[in-house]
């Protein structure tokens, strides 16, 4: 197969694990830079190019797109999708995932147990807002955060008066979150492919940090979940429409809440805690649903 890897930064670790992955099983690996890429739309006829190179003739493309270009990169994919080429993360997924709100909403919709979350439009809101979240502390994070950076905690008046009128300022979307104490600042990590747990670690957060992103110094390791934690996190990746995600979960008293569920997870963290070849899997699935989808073409 030809596989196209989409990532600006072919030097990044989990780019090299797929790369890898990917040619241990014999296949022809291609590392396209998405923000790079050119392409026509034509009702008669469609392609990209990429350093002159038209892709069309890919036969599966695995998606790794930053959180600063998702709408690029929804593009892109919506473009190799009109191309009839087998994409890993679909473009709706993303936009979906990388929306925190819609995120939620969509999860909470069908069912699944999430933080107590409020979408407030101006700080006047905030004192009914808390109210119903049970009072301080609360977490305060944009729409849009990715590895912890916009993730605030607040746990008085002034400081998240003062945190949200800051973000409001840069005309970010906010988002306000009951914090789980019971949780310690910890979450658990889980790595789903085809419907299926491949790997899961539980991040503890450094002392005087609620934060349990390995990028800010947090601890992990390797964890088994229960019934309840597997079901849950099976199904936010099917509520999301993605087949390869990451999802982190808190335990709670109320049981496992889904906290978000990334579309583009990092490989580094969870493949050196766990020992698994998460790439691989993914490499793997990949073959298996293009051959499905394949057949599926061929019938049109």
Excluded: W
């Excluded at 050119?38 to 190019?49: A, G």
């Excluded at 003739?57 to 929804?74: C, F, K």
């Excluded at 916009?150 to 008046?157: E, P, Q, R």
């Amino acid at each position: 197969m030809k596989i196209g890897i989409l990532s600006r930064g072919p030097q990044l670790y989990s780019t090299r694990s797929l790369y890898r992955a990917g040619m241990r099983r014999g296949h022809q690996m291609m590392v396209i830079d998405h923000t790079r890429c050119q392409y026509l739309v034509d009702s008669e006829r469609s392609e990209i190019f990429f350093d002159g190179l038209p892709l069309s003739s890919l036969d599966a493309i695995v998606p790794r797109i930053g959180s600063s270009v998702t709408s690029l990169g929804a593009a892109l994919i919506h473009q190799f999708e009109l191309l009839k080429v087998y994409t890993v993360t679909r473009a709706h997924a993303l936009l979906q995932a990388r929306d925190k709100l819609r995120c939620l909403q969509r999860l909470a919709g069908a069912g699944l147990k999430v933080p107590g979350t409020a979408f407030i439009t101006s700080g006047s809101e905030l004192e009914d807002v808390l109210d119903l979240l049970g009072g301080f502390p609360v977490v305060i994070k944009l729409l849009e955060s990715t590895h912890g950076v916009g993730v605030m905690l607040a746990d008085n008046m002034r400081s998240a008066e003062a945190t949200i009128e800051a973000f409001q300022k840069l005309n970010e979307r906010v988002l306000i979150q009951e914090y789980i104490a019971e949780s310690h600042g910890a979450d658990i990590r889980a790595l789903v492919v085809g419907g299926r747990v491949v790997a899961s670690m539980k991040r503890q957060a450094q002392p005087g940090e609620f934060r349990s992103n390995l990028h800010r110094g947090a601890k992990a390791q390797r964890i088994g979940l229960s019934k309840e934690e597997e079901k849950a996190v099976i199904q936010a990746a099917q509520v999301m429409g993605l087949d390869v995600a990451g999802v982190d979960i808190l335990q709670s008293r109320r049981g496992p809440l889904v906290m978000e569920v990334n579309a583009s997870p990092g490989l580094e963290g969870i493949e050196g805690v766990t020992k698994v070849d998460v790439a691989g899997a993914i490499i793997k699935f990949t073959e298996k649903r293009h051959r499905a989808f394949n057949a599926h073409i061929g019938t049109k």
